[in-house]
């Protein structure tokens, strides 16, 4: 493999295993602030046990997904200089706008959210964890925003050996970032909907005594992964007419591609412009899981609403081993998305080539391998604890705790 294949199999791998901690982030906000939502106007207990418990677990996955977006940084400097040269102010603009949303108003507010339990005024605190998720959402349109100009380069214009953005509103209200940003957040709810379903099929598996805590966990999961993979396949299809329209190349074997293709070969010289063939076999298959979950999620959620589900241990280990399905595919549909634009970085306008740092072959390789061990033990390590903390269950939080309360005296005492 040469230094091209070297870095791009690098980026691929981190951002994919990085993908993993956004999509349960995304997923987690939006349910955590709908239990804090109800805890606050009703006052019921188990909201608050709801909140701090499925809190615990997305703070764990935050902590992680902020580690492996810091080493993903260092990609674009350390092999995709040129790119940032060719085309900084369109492309750099958004990300470091989404560093500022990730790294401080979404880490101050969250620390705010974190200290916050037992201190401030329950309605303000749950303002906190608004601003948490709506900077959780404003940071992943921004990091689509940027990928949305490599998809459709729009708002610019050639100025020397670089680009200069000339429409702010083209580059932000991009076609390619917008239904990107109306398929990925429903799939981000389907992750977090079906792992908060996975879990609590698992405890019932072991014979909880916290019944109807999970029987809620279970019934909030299902019903919004089910309603979200209706707005994941719709998006996924609306995105699928674009790309059949703006991107063809990305589907070989249509007309369009072909003579897209063509045009590319007199514009830009000989090549293959054209996506790899598997490329449509993956849509395929993502679109078979989420036609799988919407002919098959209805079960448990009326064999739920019968009090049954609990008895039914077949049907609850089918939950829990299909907790990667959505991690998955939408993972595949990052790779779908990605491995489609080549041989280009910025469709049409930079090949990915021209984009490369002039690194040796062996030095990427020596990062490829030190960033793929320290993402894989991230990974390993990070759903290892997740998987703790889900197992030991709402007794164990510790999210919430205010020092002198019985809680905490009993945790102390019990440590002395």
Known sequence: ?????????EFGITTSLHFLFVALTLGLVPLIAFLQTVWVIKGNPLHERLTKFWGQIYLVNYGLGIISGLLLEFQFSLNWSGLTHFAGELFGAPLAMETLFAFFVESTFLGLWIFGWGRLPKALHLATFYVVAAAALASAYLIVVANGFLQNPVGFVRDGDGLRMVDVGAVFTNPAALLAVGHILPAALMVGGF??????????????????FFRYSMRLGLTVGYIATFFTIGFGDASVLWVVRNQPTKLPGSDEATQVQAQMVAEHGPGNYL??????IILTVMLSVAYLYVLFALIPIVLLGQGRIEKRRFLLGIGVWTIPLPFVT????WVVREMGRQPWIIYDVLPTDKALSDVSAGGILASLVIFTSLYLALVVVGYTVIARVARKGPDAVVLGRVLGDDSEEAVLAGER
């Open 275 to 280: 996506a790899s063939d598997w490329i449509p």
């Open 330 to 333: 939408t993972i595949l549909g």
């Open 195 to 212: 792992f908060m379903a996975g879990v609590s099929a698992w405890h019932f598996r072991r014979g909880t005594s916290e019944v109807g």
């Open 1 to 9: 493999m040469d230094a091209l294949d070297l870095a791009r199999l």
